[in-house]
T-cell receptor
Framework: KQEVTQIPAALSVPEGENLVLNCSFTDSAIYNLQWFRQDPGKGLTSLLL?????REQTSGRLNASLDKSSGRSTLYIAASQPGDSATYLCAVYTSGTYKYIFGTGTRLKVLA | EADIYQTPRYLVIGTGKKITLECSQTMGHDKMYWYQQDPGMELHLIHYSYGVNSTEKGDLSSESTVSRIRTEHFPLTLESARPSHTSQYLCASSEFSSDRGTEAFFGQGTRLTVV
């Protein structure tokens, strides 16, 4: 059974810092991994999607990497801003199941 | 911008009432999902659908039911609401593309409170 874990559970950093969020999964047979942002009480906004054949994807200040063999992904946020404060979730789409399994999330707070 | 809509956004209802949470998408996606999320907690899959007339139970047991009569519409129904059903319900859809893989899009969610 696929399990997805995110570390740290919560993170508080001063504005301007570069930071790394971690996601690990137990079953490497995935089609793709997707990073989302969730603001309090809202739905999920897709940030980046990495297909299983890819190593990384970039969008603006965000860079996501994938090491499928070791079951790990990282989300790198450069020059963090208070507007980046949110919960960040990773989800894996596992082969043969048609399901997205979500991690536990990292609650990020960027202090002005 | 994802074209997936949930209504209502907020609902406060009394115990024992029947409710239907609506979810619609205009992207023509075959696969749709319902997730349940308690405040500050992780998402749990409660129902999903591969396409019209297909529905499956998710990993978390739920007293709700779903239907998929049309591709764009995936409503969730609770026959008799209870306080334990208080939660946020998130709907999503996805489709495979050769250049993007299988990307999921989410609605804004329905926050349900049963009193």
């Amino acid at each position: 059974k696929q399990e997805v874990t995110q570390i740290p559970a919560a993170l508080s950093v001063p504005e301007g810092e570069n930071l790394v969020l971690n996601c690990s999964f137990t079953d490497s047979a995935i089609y793709n991994l997707q990073w989302f942002r969730q603001d309090p009480g809202k739905g999920l906004t897709s940030l980046l999607l990495i297909q299983s054949s890819q190593r990384e994807q970039t969008s603006g200040r965000l860079n996501a990497s994938l090491d499928k063999s070791s079951g790990r992904s990282t989300l790198y946020i450069a020059a963090s801003q208070p507007g980046d404060s949110a919960t960040y979730l990773c989800a894996v789409y596992t082969s043969g199941t048609y399901k997205y399994i979500f991690g536990t999330g990292t609650r990020l707070k960027v202090l002005a | 911008e994802a074209d997936i809509y949930q209504t209502p956004r907020y609902l406060v209802i009394g115990t024992g009432k029947k409710i239907t949470l609506e979810c619609s998408q205009t992207m023509g996606h075959d696969k749709m999902y319902w997730y349940q999320q308690d405040p500050g907690m992780e998402l749990h899959l409660i129902h999903y659908s591969y396409g019209v007339n297909s529905t499956e139970k998710g990993d978390l047991s739920s007293e709700s039911t779903v239907s998929r009569i049309r591709t764009e519409h995936f409503p969730l129904t609770l026959e008799s609401a209870r306080p334990s059903h208080t939660s946020q319900y998130l709907c999503a859809s996805s489709e495979f593309s050769s250049d993007r893989g299988t990307e999921a899009f989410f609605g804004q969610g329905t926050r349900l409170t049963v009193v």
